[in-house]
């Protein structure tokens, strides 16, 4: 089956710690996002990439960074520099190719305790 | 840049009532239109799309939304609900930025509770 799986579901960590949330599709996507979702404040884009070794700030990129080696990863780093890291982390990837447009899929998501 | 407003944060309805999700955007440019559903602790899947052509859109699940560019509006509907539809709802746009790239902005969201 084709999908994104975002890993792990859950994940804890003291503040202070950098941590690194994965990405992955085999839906031969070529463009890829990461959303952070907050209660009661939608989703806000916070990196995305439209090519392999590429990629740019999205609304809310500060204390994040992220990488794109390979087409069908995109992890998202999560530093100690950002200052509320505890959130629902969505990664998402889209066909870009050709004339007509195609929607962004979405994969389960993370969801961030930082303490 | 655009912007979208869903009108309500949250809708209770029982069991088999009609409902409607607003939805209006803020655009100087034509865009793309889009509901997605969350269920508790989940990605999101999308409902339906507006890309061009017919104002009505039907999408799974039984729902349909009608794009009207006079008033900017993209409103959610079925007809009759049923309890499994208790989610999340996202109205997002979609504007072209460049390149081959589209900026989708999300409204923040409306839930919808169905009550037996």
């Known amino acids: 089956d084709g999908g994104i799986t975002q890993s792990p579901k859950y994940l804890f960590r003291k503040e202070g710690q950098n941590v690194t949330l994965s990405c992955e599709q085999n839906?031969?996507?070529?463009?890829m996002y990461w959303y952070r979702q907050d209660p009661g404040q939608g989703l806000r884009l916070i990196y995305y990439?439209?090519?392999?070794?590429?990629?740019q700030k999205g609304d809310i990129a500060e204390g994040y960074s992220v990488s794109r080696e390979k087409k069908e990863s995109f992890p998202l780093t999560v530093t100690s520099a950002q200052k509320n890291p505890t959130a629902f982390y969505l990664c998402?990837?889209?066909?870009?190719?050709?004339?007509?447009?195609?929607?962004?899929?979405f994969g389960p998501g993370t969801r961030l305790t930082v303490t | 840049a655009q912007s979208v407003t869903q009108l309500d944060s949250q809708v209770p309805v029982f069991e088999e009532a009609p409902v409607e999700l607003r939805c209006n955007y803020s655009?100087?440019?034509?865009?793309?239109l889009f509901w997605y559903v969350q269920y508790p602790n989940q990605g999101l899947q999308l409902l339906l799309k507006?890309?061009?052509?017919?104002?009505l859109v039907k999408g799974i699940n039984g729902f349909e939304a009608e794009f009207n560019k006079s008033q900017t509006s993209f409103h959610l509907r079925k007809p009759s609900v049923h309890i499994s539809d208790t989610a999340e709802y996202f109205c997002?746009?979609?504007?072209?930025?460049?390149?081959?790239?589209?900026?989708?902005?999300f409204g923040k969201g409306t839930l919808l509770t169905v009550n037996p």
């Open positions: 507006y890309l061009s052509g017919s104002t």
């Open positions: 839906l031969n996507h070529d463009a």
């Open positions: 998402a990837s889209r066909r870009s190719t050709g004339t007509v447009y195609h929607e962004q899929y």
């Open positions: 997002a746009v979609s504007l072209f930025s460049g390149g081959s790239n589209y900026k989708l902005t």
């Open positions: 655009s100087s440019v034509s865009v793309y």
């Open positions: 990439s439209q090519i392999v070794n590429d990629f």
